[in-house]
């Protein structure tokens, strides 16, 4: 009985087993909490709000993209040390790797460029800036094409300006 239970359990995780490539594109949408660094402007956490859209699977010549991931991320209120408060807004793209197995836990790494444009009610902060990400997360795919996501990323933009990121969200593939 426990053999048999065994390899049902095996059947079920296979068969409920996402491919990122049966879909040439997906949806993300995140809910994400925001940390800085030690040596920034900026204290406590924040929350954003993350759109990302994929397009997995592209093929060139000589070579193949895993996923091209293009990203708008929105902060509505951040506070300075000062007591002021400020707003983001990021687009950028990233470069995800799947690593793909046969259970429904598909874990990813990524890697991104982008434009971080900061506004300052009062207009004393108001720049925009180029920033690098990196991250690691976790699909748990539902189905083939919805899954539940987990993530944690790194933005770098200077040496002062430092972020810590955890998400949580879903993916839409179609």
């Known amino acids: 009985m426990k053999k048999l239970l ?3 359990v095996a059947t079920l995780s296979i068969a409920t087993a996402a491919d990122h490539n049966l879909y040439p ?9 925001n940390t800085f660094s030690a040596d920034s402007d900026l204290v406590g956490g924040s ?8 397009q997995n699977n592209i093929q060139f010549e000589n070579f193949s993209i895993d996923t091209l991931q293009y990203v708008m991320e929105y902060t509505p209120s951040a506070k300075y040390s000062s007591g002021e408060e ?17 259970s429904p836990f598909t ?10 444009y900061t506004n300052n009610p ?9 920033y690098t990400n990196v991250a690691a997360g976790l699909e748990y795919n539902i189905r083939n094409d919805i899954a539940i996501v987990g993530e ?6 200077s040496t002062s300006k430092k972020e810590y990121t955890t998400s949580l969200g879903f993916r839409y593939s179609f």
């Open 6 to 8: 065994l390899a049902t």
């Open 47 to 54: 929350y954003s709000y993350d759109i990302r859209f994929n």
């Open 152 to 157: 944690k990323k790194f933005t770098y933009e």
């Open 25 to 33: 594109n997906s949806y993300y949408m995140f809910m994400s909490y």
């Open 107 to 116: 874990l990813y790494l990524l890697g991104g460029v982008g434009l971080k």
């Open 122 to 130: 009062k207009g004393v902060q108001t720049s925009m800036a180029p």
């Open 86 to 102: 400020t707003s983001f807004f990021k687009g950028g793209a990233n470069l995800l790797w799947y690593l793909d197995n046969p």
